[in-house]
C-alpha cells in the first residue's frame, strides 16, 4: 500500500471512529458543556479570557498526543519484529477487521459503553482541555473497535516507523475534526450538529462498516491472490 493511500485511510478512520459509534456521540454532551462552562472568565487565578475555539484546539491536541505515544510503541514494536512479525500480525489483523466490519452493518454491538460524564476537575481550563482530549482519545477507541482495527491493520503495513506514526497521526486528526468544528460553532449549532449525527448514526454505521468490509477484501485479495494485480 502506498503511503498517500495508508495516510487517507487513516484519516477517513479516525473520522469515522467517533461519529460511527453511538456510545462514542454520548460523549460529545459533556464537551460542548465544557466548552461552554470553562471559557470566559473562569480560572479563579487570573482574569484572562479563552475562547471555545481555543479549548477545542487543546482538547485536539490531547487526543493526538495519546494517540501518537500508543502508535510510536506500535510501530515501533512491528518494526524491531522485522518481516516474520509483520508477515504473521497483518494478515490476522486483516482477516479480524473483515470479521468486526460487520458489526456496524448489522448493528451488532460486542458492548455498550456510557461516559455521560468525562470532564476533568482541574481548576486551569487550558490544562483541563488538554487532559479532556487525551481522556477523550482513549476512551473513544473501545468505543468502536471496527475503527480502530483500521488503524492497526493500515498501521501493520507501514514500510518504516515514521510512515506508522503518520497513520496513527492522520487517524488521530480524523477524530480530532468533529471536537474542532463543534468548537468552532455556538453552542446551540453545536447542539444541532450532534442531533443530526446521533439521528443519521445507523447510516454512518453501515456507511463505514462498508468501507472497511472493502478495505479489508481488498488487501486480503491482493494477499490471496498476489498475481491477479500483477
Sequence with gaps: M?????????FLAGLYAPVGAPCALVL????????????GNDDRNDDRNFSPFLLGCLAAAGVIASLLAG????????????STVRDLITPATF?????LSLMPIFNLNLGRFSFVRIVPRLDNPLSAAFILGVTFG??????????VFVLIALA????????????????????????????GLTRSASRQLLGYLTRHHRGIQIAGGIVMLAISAWYLTLLIFPRLFR
Design 95 to 99: 482477516i479480524l477487521l473483515f470479521i
Design 2 to 10: 502506498d503511503t498517500a493511500t495508508l495516510l487517507w485511510l487513516s
Design 156 to 183: 501493520s503495513t507501514a514500510s518504516g516507523l515514521f510512515e506508522g506514526l503518520g497513520a496513527f497521526l492522520l487517524f488521530g486528526l480524523g477524530i480530532t475534526l468533529p471536537l474542532l468544528i463543534i468548537a
Design 28 to 39: 460529545y454532551p459533556g464537551y460542548i458543556s465544557f466548552l461552554a462552562g470553562r471559557a
Design 71 to 82: 502508535g510510536f510503541l506500535f510501530s515501533a514494536a512491528i518494526q524491531m519484529g522485522g
Design 138 to 147: 482513549i476512551i473513544i477507541l473501545p468505543c468502536n473497535a471496527a475503527a
